[in-house]
């Protein structure tokens, strides 16, 4: 099970950490994901953590404002959003698969399990 957490109301310019606990299993060995849906989109990728290398792919628009990362003592992924704009506004989902590889990170189908998601809102 994933539970994500940490959304808000914030700013432009701002930062929220978004986290997203993982229970039932150990996170290690599992590559994990964020991805988010704004309102009235498709749900669209964010960022990955491949399970071994430690390999992070980013969506290009949110490179150097975003960082996926994994606190294995917690068993939680973490997303750390800063200068955050009005287009980051969404429901924001944490996944996770044991099995994905790692050209198909960026594909929403791909992943096996889901977190409920966390509604981040952006002020102008």
């Known amino acids: 099970q994933l539970q994500a957490s940490g959304g808000g109301l914030v700013q432009t310019g701002g930062s929220l950490r978004l986290s997203c606990a993982v229970s039932g299993r150990t996170l290690s060995g599992y590559s994990v994901a964020w991805f988010r849906q704004g309102p009235g989109k498709e749900r669209e990728f964010v960022a990955a953590?491949?399970?071994?290398?430690?390999?992070?792919v980013y969506a290009d628009s949110l490179k150097g404002r975003f960082t996926i990362s994994r606190d294995t003592s917690r068993n939680t992924v973490l997303l750390q959003m800063n200068n955050l704009k009005p287009e980051d506004t969404a429901v924001y989902y944490c996944?996770?698969?044991?099995?994905?590889?790692?050209?198909?990170?960026?594909?929403?189908?791909?992943?096996?399990?889901w977190g409920q998601g966390t509604l981040v809102t952006v002020s102008s």
């Open positions: 996944a996770a698969s044991s099995r994905i590889i790692l050209s198909s990170l960026r594909v929403s189908s791909s992943w096996n399990y």
């Open positions: 953590l491949f399970r071994t290398g430690g390999t992070t």
